[in-house]
């Protein structure tokens, strides 16, 4: 009896799931080139915020595939700044960090369409060429 109650909780975690990462919509991931760093803390402490530079080669509004410029032990939880858009401090989640220095990162919180377009803007991707800035729209 104790083991197919044991059988059912380990089936029940199994199927348990986030909102935000597991039933979310996931928004189209578009072309991009715009100069990025991600600051985060060291050994796990608040004193040493360390920051690298990055690049971003795809953006939605739910996340982000960053191309890593030097070799480190990126932590889960970390920011993002687009220095060329100027958006700073996106919270990020890294979901996977493949062996050639490209990480695909979750946004803690959806980027806003102005932000978007702000960053598609400042991109030196030639799909970008043509894109202005409202600058009088909200």
Do not use: W
């Amino acid at each position: 009896m104790s083991m197919q109650f044991l059988q059912q909780r380990t089936n029940y975690l199994n199927k348990e799931e986030s909102f935000m990462y597991d039933r979310e919509k996931t928004f189209p991931m578009e072309d991009t080139c715009n100069e990025a760093r991600l600051e985060f803390t060291e050994n796990g402490g608040i004193v040493n915020l360390v920051s690298r530079r990055c690049q971003i080669i795809k953006l939605s509004r739910s996340g982000a595939i960053l191309k890593m410029t030097t070799k480190f032990n990126l932590p889960k939880n970390f920011y993002l700044d687009i220095v060329s858009a100027r958006i700073p401090m996106i919270g990020c989640l890294a979901q996977r960090v493949h062996a050639n220095d490209i990480v695909e990162a979750r946004f803690l919180r959806l980027l806003a369409d102005k932000d978007l377009n702000r960053a598609f803007v400042y991109s030196t991707h030639p799909n970008h060429r043509n894109r202005t800035l409202d600058i009088y729209g909200g």
